[in-house]
Structure formats: C-alpha cells, structure tokens
C-alpha cells in the first residue's frame, strides 16, 4: 500500500531512479563475472528448452541472465525500474549482438505494460522490491503463461539480520507478521512458495541453498500453449 502509493510519486519515465550510477557500474561489472550457466541451462531443461521461449527478466538490471537467455535462442524481454541498469543491459545486448525487448518500469506494474505472459519469469534478487509479497506473487503468477515456468532467488528474512537498524528490523517484523510491507523487508523464509500455494499450480521445488536464499522453481497449471 504505501510502496504502491510512493510509486505514484516516484515515476522512471520522469526521470527518477532508486540506483545511482556509480553502483549500477560496479553491482554490474561484479556481476557480469558470475553469470550462473548451469542455472541457466537448468532453467532450459524445465521450459522443454530455451529457443523461441518467452522469457521475462523481471527487475534484470545489469542484464547479465537477459543476454544469456538471449543467447540460447530465447526471446527476452528484460523490465526493470532502473534506467543506470537500462543503459548498462542495452550495451551488454548490443556488444553480445542479441535482441532483446527493454521496459522500464515497475516490477508491480508489468502485467499491465508488458500486457503479455511468458515461458518463463526469471526474478532474481529483486522479489522483496515488489510493492507486498502477497501481492508481487500474484504479478509473477499472471505473468506466467498456462504451463509456463517462473523461477525466484531472492534473500530471506534472515539475511543481513545482524547488521539491520532498529527500524529496518521493526519493518521486518511488521511485514513478517502482518503482512504490511513499509519498504523493502525481505520476505520470510518460506513466505514465497507458501503464497504459490494459494494459486492453481502444476508442481514447485523449493531449495534453500543457504539459510539466508529461497529459490523457487514453480509451473502454472494449465495447457502450455
Ligand atoms: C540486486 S539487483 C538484481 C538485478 C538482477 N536481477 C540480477 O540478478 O543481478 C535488484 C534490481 O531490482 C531493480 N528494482 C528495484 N526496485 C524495483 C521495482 N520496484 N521495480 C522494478 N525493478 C526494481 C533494481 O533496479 C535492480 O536492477
């Protein structure tokens, strides 16, 4: 409510953008470095393979898992709040000679800009800038196509816990508990495959790599058209 309420005020296509410039560069250039291939080959088995697969990079940022879905035939569209990203991400295609579809926007919003549902929704490191988990569940499951594939990573509650302010760690508890996201809390530990579980879905793995990562791998019920 109050995330959805402050994105009325903070709009990219005016101009605003929560990552400086500087840190997009170095979050990118880090990053860059360890693009996961098993993941994303592991992803490709899931969707029956990448080529022609719909593929969205919700919150993409730097673009790294955009090109390289990209390059294993996918077509992707990439959709993120940043435009420090956005600049980064299109030289990352145009150097790496792929197409991809680029959308600045909210994460929330993406149902309704992209207008579209995908193979796969790919959403890493970035669920917990959702505007409320219960809700940003719910985008990511109607931006699935029927029998389609979405895959989430995002750090749990526990992560960074030591090193969080007072405040943060009452925001922390009021969204654990009520459900009332002021910022960006990371979710629960096992918050998001809960919340899947309220929609019609085929199957889901969870893992928890650490203590501190949920990934979800979930597939929509339904005929993959
Ligand atoms: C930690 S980065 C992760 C980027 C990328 N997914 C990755 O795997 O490296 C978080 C990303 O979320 C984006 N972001 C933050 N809040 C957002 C929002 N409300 N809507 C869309 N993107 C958002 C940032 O611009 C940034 O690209």
Redo the contacts with the bound molecule.
């Keep these: 409510m109050i ?1 959805a309420l402050l ?1 009325l005020f903070f709009r990219p296509e005016r101009g605003w ?3 400086p410039a500087d840190y ?1 560069q170095t ?1 990118a250039e880090a ?1 860059w470095q360890k693009v996961d291939l098993t993941l994303v080959a592991k992803l490709g088995q899931l969707v029956g393979g990448l080529e022609g697969k719909e593929v969205l ?6 673009g ?2 955009s090109v390289a879905f990209a390059k294993s035939g996918a077509i992707v569209t990439w ?4 435009r ?2 956005l600049r980064i991400a299109q030289e990352k295609a145009a150097s790496a000679g792929v197409r991809i579809t680029f959308s600045l ?6 149902p309704r800009v992209l207008n579209k549902q995908f193979d796969l929704v ?5 669920f917990y ?3 409320n988990d219960a809700h940003f569940v719910g985008v990511i499951y109607a931006l699935m196509r029927p029998g389609g594939h979405a895959f989430i ?1 995002s750090n749990n509650l526990s992560f960074g816990w030591d090193r969080l302010p007072p405040f943060a760690r009452l925001r922390a508890w009021i969204n654990a508990t009520l459900g009332f996201k002021i910022g ?1 809390p990371h979710p629960p530990r096992g918050r998001i495959p809960a919340l899947f579980l309220k929609y019609p879905i085929e199957r889901m793995t969870v893992e928890f790599p650490t203590a501190h990562i949920d990934r979800v791998f979930v597939q929509k019920a339904g005929r993959s058209q």
């Design positions: 995330n994105a953008d929560p990552v997009a979050y990053e990079d919700l919150g993409g940022g730097p790294q898992y959709h993120d709040v940043s420090n990203y926007g909210y994460m929330d919003e993406a790919f959403n890493r490191i970035c800038y959702g505007w990573e960006h």
